[in-house]
């Protein structure tokens, strides 16, 4: 039995804050202890004396002694968040809930759907299986943000479509001048890849009106409510079921999610909200 | 510019056509290349042709005024555009323009809808593509005015 007290946060130093947008930044942190955690999960980040916040760490699940959370400015402490320095000391608690079960992806096409500040999850989704590559058949990520400048993880992309069996396409809803990719929201995107729906999963994560209509279109497409896998991030709380927040239908999203297949949540009235 | 029934098999809005209908498609169409920046056609343009990109990405967007053009989105290759030729009134909704080198084929919109009244199967199959795209158009305009609406 573990005498580990689950309130007590691991001590975490801050060794880079990277700016990726305006409004989101990703923190390095080197944890005072091993961390682990399996991708899809997520961590209560904390700072002394402000407050903590649920994050999915957007770092590979394969490395235990370094963890990046990517933090939108959207409240009072991920404003405070926002303004810390590298050698600034923050807290982690977890990890928490039911991660991505990347064990049933192998051997199948893997389309994923992202939105917003939703590729942080999804970046950690694409380190754990660009680790397992030789065991998936094809991994297309989507990803669509408001403007070139919301566009998050810039390098991400090139990085990707040199990467065997992986493709990355993006686009944003308004372009500028320099931009030269896809222009239109995220589900537009679906209309070019070339999928093989029957030996396929489909995940989406990202902001809760682009989870709805990608979830609409990939259902259009032919995909199967058990082959959908939806990251429902905004529902996650104290991270341990306790406080109630979490609840969605019959579901504890900080216990029994925060990944849910599209068939465990259809009937969940508001799942959208 | 002419292509073959083999040469649209490999574009995947095609692919559900029977072989006769492909040829029937090639009899009535033709092959256009457009440079970077050119125009397709503006919007209120009368539309004879309806047209799918072979090759290259297209620009789709409205104007407010003559030098005011806002782009909605992008036309990828496989993707078909210019559905007003079909219906009445045949007026452009839209303006296209072309942001990389494209091929595309145009279909004569009249013989098309002479070729449904024979060919019952052909007319279902193109008009249930049509009906796809405008239904597609709608829901990511719905999905943009909700972005908008929730900022």
Known sequence: ?273 | MKTSADDLKKIRFFETYTDKQLDKIVSISSIKEYKVKEILFEQYDELSDLAVLLEGTLSLGISLAAEKRIHLGTIEEGQLFSWSAVFKPHISTAWIMAITPARVITINAKKLNDEFAKDCDFGFKTMSKIALTISQRLSDTRFQLMNQLTL
């Open chain 1, 1 to 273: 039995m573990s005498h580990r007290n689950i309130y007590k946060p691991i001590r975490a130093k801050l060794t880079e804050v990277i700016d990726e947008s305006p409004l989101i930044k990703t923190f390095v942190l080197i944890p005072a202890e091993e961390f682990s955690f399996k991708t899809g999960q997520f961590i209560e980040l904390s700072v002394d004396g402000i407050g903590e916040a649920p994050f999915t760490p957007s770092s590979s699940p394969v490395i235990t002694d370094k963890l990046e959370v990517t933090v939108m400015k959207t409240g009072y402490v991920t404003e405070y968040m926002h303004s810390l320095k590298p050698g600034a000391y923050m807290g982690i608690r977890g990890p928490y809930g039911r991660g991505y079960p990347v064990e049933k992806f192998f051997g199948k096409e893997v389309l994923i759907l992202g939105g917003g500040c939703g590729l942080a999850p999804i970046r950690s989704l694409l380190y754990a299986l660009e680790h397992i590559k030789d065991k998936l058949e094809k991994v297309i990520l989507c990803y669509g943000s408001k403007t070139p400048s919301d566009c998050i993880y810039k390098p991400l992309f090139n990085r990707l479509n040199n990467i065997e069996k992986f493709e990355a396409y993006r686009t944003v809803d308004k372009a500028d001048e320099e931009w030269n990719e896809s222009v239109g929201v995220a589900t537009t995107l679906l209309d070019k890849v070339k999928v093989n729906i029957e030996n396929s999963v489909a995940v989406v994560c990202g902001p809760p009106i682009m989870m709805k209509f990608g979830t609409i279109r990939i259902i259009e497409m032919g995909y199967k409510d058990e082959q959908i896998y939806l990251s429902m991030e905004k529902n996650m709380s104290c991270g341990l079921g306790k406080c109630g927040h979490c609840m969605l239908g019959e579901f504890f999203v900080c216990k029994d999610g925060p990944v849910f297949t599209y068939n465990e949540l259809k009937d969940t009235p508001d799942i959208w909200k």
